[in-house]
C-alpha cells in the first residue's frame, strides 16, 4: 500500500529538482556580493526547511501513535526522523562551505541558525542510540515517541533562544516583511524547496514501502514454514511493520 | 496533590538516609571549579567567564543527579509498586522534579558561596539577589527536563550514556539564558541590571517543558 503512487511521486521529484537546478544554473543571476558560491543557498536553505519540517512531523506522527496505540505511526515518525538526520547532515557540510565561501570560516559561532541547527543535530542523533538500547519493541516504540514529541517541541523553542542569543549575520531569507530577494531568484529558491521537500516525501514513501514488503515477505515465510517460531530479526534501532514479536518464553 | 507531598518526602526522607545524590553532586561542583581554575589558569573571574563556569558547572553536577534519580525504583521494583498504588500517575513527575530541584537548591547553596569564595573576582553582595532568583528559574527547568530524560532513559541498557546525550542538548537554551542574565551580575567594575529579556526566556522555556513533560509522562510508565 505504500507502494503506490510512488511511480508518478518518483517522476515529479526527479522533475522538480532538474528544474530547480537548471534555474539555480541558467536563470537565477549571481549575487552582487558574494557571486558564484550564493548558489549553495538553493540547496542549502530548503534542505534545511525540509530537515525541520521532518522533525515536527516526526513529532506529530509520534503524538499519532501514542494516541492510537497503532505502531505504523511508530514507523512512520522513525523513518522521518532517520531521513531528516539525513538532510541535517548535509545543511551542516552545505552550511560551513557557504561560510567559508562568504565569510572566511568553516564554523562561525555567532550565527545563530547554523549553531540552533547543530544542537537539534545533537539532540536527534540520541534517538537511534535510545532506539537500540530498548530491547523490548514496544516499550521502544513508546520511548522513542515520547523521545520525538519532546525533541519536536524543542526544535522553534531552541531556534528562538539562539536567535535571539546572537546578532543577526545569517541571512533571513523568510522574513516576515517578505524577504528581500529580487523576484528571479524567489522563484527558483521556491521551485527548488519544492523539489526538496517533493524528494523528502518520495524517500520517505520509498523506506516505508520497503519496510512494508519485507515485513510481508517475513509473515509469508513465516506461514510457509507452518508452527515454526518467527525467525530472530535481531536487535535493531529500525522498529519493522510486522505483528510484534513476542519473545520467545 | 496529597499523593505528591507523600512522595516527595520519601524522595527527601531516602536521600538524606542514603546520601547518595546530594553530596556527590556537591562534591563534584567544587572539584570542578578547581579543575577550571588549573584549566583556564586564572585566579579569578568576571563577566561572561565567571557566568559560563559557574552554569556549565552547576549544569554537569545535575547531570549526576539525573543519572541517579529513578535508580532505586528501577533496581528494587517501585516502579511496580507505584503503577499499583491508585493515583494518579504525573504525581511522580511531580514528585521527582521537586526533589530533583530541592537537590539543585542544596547543590547551589553549596556551590555559590564556594564559587565567589574560590573564582569570582567581584564581591557577591550586589549581585546575590538577583542571581537567586535566576538560579531558582533555570532550575525549575533543569529538574523538568532532568526528570523527563531520566525517566526516558532508564529502561534503556546504557542509562548513564542515553541520560546526559539527550539532556545537554535539550538543556542548551538554559545555559544560554541562564549565563546571559548573569554575566553581567559577575561584571569586574560591580554587578549591572539583568537583562529581562533573557529571565523571560528561561520562564518561557520552564512553561514549556513542564506542560509537555506533563503530557508524556505518563507513557513512560505503562508497563
Known sequence: ?249 | MRTVGTLVRKELLLEYRAKESVPAMALFSLTTFVIFHFGLHRTSLSGDLAAGVLWVTLLFAAMLGVNRLFVAEHEQGGFDAFLLAPVDRSALLVAKAAALFAYLVIVELVAVPAFFLLLAGPSPGQALPDLLWILLLADLGVAVVGTLTSALAIQTRARDLIGPLTALPLLIPVVIAGARATEPLLGASGAGAVPLKWAAILGLYDVVFALLSYAVFDFLLED
Not at chain 1, 176 to 186: F, I, Q, Y
Open chain 1, 1 to 249: 500500500m505504500y507502494g503506490k503512487g510512488l511511480r508518478p511521486l518518483s517522476l515529479a521529484s526527479a522533475a522538480t529538482l532538474t528544474a530547480a537546478f537548471a534555474l539555480v544554473f541558467f536563470y537565477a543571476p549571481n549575487d552582487a556580493d558574494q557571486g558564484f558560491v550564493q548558489k549553495i543557498f538553493y540547496v542549502h536553505v530548503p534542505m534545511a526547511i525540509v530537515a525541520l519540517g521532518g522533525f515536527v512531523a516526526a513529532g506529530l506522527m509520534a503524538i499519532a501513535h501514542l494516541r492510537s496505540g497503532d505502531r505504523r505511526w511508530d514507523v512512520r515518525s522513525y523513518v522521518a526522523i532517520h531521513l531528516s538526520l539525513i538532510l541535517a547532515i548535509g545543511v551542516l557540510v552545505t552550511g560551513a562551505i557557504w561560510a567559508k565561501a562568504s565569510w572566511g570560516h568553516w564554523w562561525v559561532w555567532d550565527e545563530p541558525t547554523l549553531v540552533s541547527f547543530l544542537i537539534i543535530f545533537l539532540l536527534y542523533a540520541t534517538y537511534q542510540p535510545l532506539r537500540f538500547s530498548i530491547e523490548n519493541p514496544e516499550r521502544q516504540a513508546r520511548y522513542a515517541s515520547v523521545f520525538a514529541i519532546t525533541a519536536g517541541a524543542f526544535v522553534p523553542l531552541n531556534f528562538i533562544a539562539v536567535r535571539l542569543a546572537q546578532a543577526y549575520t545569517h541571512p533571513r531569507v523568510l522574513s516576515t516583511t517578505g524577504g528581500n530577494l529580487p523576484g528571479s531568484m524567489r522563484l527558483t529558491f521556491l521551485v527548488a524547496l519544492a523539489g526538496m521537500a517533493l524528494l523528502y516525501v518520495t524517500l520517505w514513501k520509498y523506506e516505508m514501502a520497503s519496510k512494508h514488503a519485507s515485513a510481508q515477505l517475513r509473515a509469508l515465510r513465516r506461514k510457509l514454514a507452518g508452527e515454526e517460531p518467527p525467525l530472530p530479526a535481531g536487535r535493531s534501532a529500525a522498529p519493522s511493520l510486522a505483528a510484534p514479536a513476542q519473545p520467545v518464553p
